[in-house]
């Protein structure tokens, strides 16, 4: 299981360009700031303030967009992300076939965060 967002000394990340939440940066006890993205995962080790909040600004919601899988007992299911909520995500089925990106909403499947069963593609 990945390691959880710390709730303590951590806050939300609003990309300045729009005010957008793209991620949280946590405030290591050691020092330093420790980027999560909106699914909760680190991104880096303890850095300083203005580069893990470039790191987050860079990532954005573009990852989003990426292919991701769900493991469903074991198997790989092709999935969109449909919607991020600071606890959840929720997740549809990629639609077989289709030309542009869609997905089953009928399906719908809603993980919490943080989760080891939702994972991009591995390039070859």
Do not use: C
């Not at 203005?50 to 074991?74: H, I, K, P, Q, Y």
């Not at 449909?82 to 089925?93: F, G, L, N, T």
């Not at 289709?98 to 719908?108: C, G, Q």
Request: hydrophobic residues 40%; proline residues 6%.
């Amino acid at each position: 299981m990945p390691t959880p967002l710390p709730q303590e000394n951590t806050f939300d990340h609003l990309r300045r360009l729009d005010g957008e939440h793209v991620g949280y940066i946590h405030m290591a006890p050691e020092g330093g700031f420790v980027p999560f993205d909106l699914l909760h995962r680190q991104r880096a080790e303890a850095m300083e303030l203005e580069d893990a909040e470039s790191l987050l600004d860079e990532l954005g919601l573009r990852m989003f967009t990426e292919n991701w899988w769900l493991d469903v007992d074991g198997e790989r299911m092709q999935v969109l992300i449909q919607e991020v909520r600071r606890d959840r995500v929720h997740v549809a089925p990629s639609a077989e076939g289709a030309i542009a990106k869609s997905a089953d909403m009928r399906a719908s499947v809603v993980l919490l965060l943080p989760t080891d069963r939702l994972y991009q593609q591995e390039l070859p």
